[in-house]
């Protein structure tokens, strides 16, 4: 089987165990299907998430013009604190930047390596645990919108990491923590403003990926460098490929590639 696609962040859905789909023009590829599978994937072109073209991908799928200029690759995506739709003040693009930071945003506490802090829109919890490889998750905040949520973030950065150590979240090396208890430490830290957006306990949300076998130690696959890949899948967690012998790919990371993937 050869399917011929550019890559975008799986989609997936949260199931006993997580199901990843690799979504293409005009096919869909479920992932899950290909444990144990060898396959082979291959770089042919680029092609741009913004333009379409086929143009060096810079950051996050677009080419270095997109990424420059879109407002889909603004700072404030990266930074939700520089979010500022609310006070009407356009970065890039004034009628997109209100419909996507003037909804509800959650600021959630991640365990995939470490208690991480982060924010995401209302409507990707849970997809966005599932991308970081989250094992657990707990809401604690739901603001208005996106900036209020980010100087959240920002404050409960002074106690708690926003970053993920993706070695060790691919490795396994996790360790559980009571993410309520933690919750209960970090309150007083949350700005005046966001006070009241403040969640009541709830259960932690516990998230299962579909791996065969956890590597001891992993190296990047990178199509930049190598243009194609080949190997035993044995696993996917976050947005990453876990292949035999510890190799894996961040499709985040491709995105904007086109590729050849053979399931031998």
Not at 45 to 67: H, M, P, S, T, V
Not at 128 to 133: F, K, L, Y
Not at 152 to 157: G, I
Request: proline share 4%; with cysteine.
């Amino acid at each position: 089987m050869v399917l011929s696609g550019t890559i975008r962040k799986m989609q997936t859905e949260l199931k006993d165990t997580v199901q990843y789909y690799l979504v293409f023009k005009d096919e869909f590829l479920h992932v899950n299907q290909l444990l144990g599978q060898h396959i082979s994937i291959k770089h042919v072109a680029n092609e741009c998430l913004n333009c379409g073209l086929d143009k060096k991908i810079w950051r996050q799928g677009y080419c270095y013009d997109c990424f420059s200029s879109s407002p889909q690759a603004g700072e404030w995506i990266i930074k939700p604190e520089l979010s500022r739709a609310h006070l009407d003040e356009e970065d890039r693009d004034l009628e997109y930047e209100k419909r996507v930071q003037l909804k509800p945003h959650m600021v959630y506490l991640a365990n995939s390596s470490n208690i991480k802090v982060g924010v995401t829109r209302k409507t990707q919890v849970p997809t966005r645990w599932i991308d970081q490889g989250a094992h657990e998750a707990l809401a604690i905040v739901e603001a208005p919108n996106r900036y209020l949520a980010g100087i959240t973030e920002v404050a409960l950065k002074e106690k708690v990491a926003d970053k993920t150590n993706w070695r060790k979240m691919l490795t396994n090396s996790i360790e559980d923590v009571d993410l309520l208890r933690f919750r209960e430490s970090l309150i007083d830290l949350i700005p005046q403003e966001a006070r009241e957006f403040i969640l009541p306990a709830t259960t932690e949300t516990h998230i299962h990926f579909p791996v065969l076998e956890y590597p001891k130690k992993v190296t990047s696959v990178n199509l930049t460098k190598t243009p194609e890949h080949s190997g035993k899948l044995m696993g996917i967690k976050g947005q990453y490929f876990i292949f035999e012998g510890g190799k894996v790919m961040n499709i985040r990371s491709h995105e904007g590639f086109v590729v050849d993937l053979n399931v031998d």
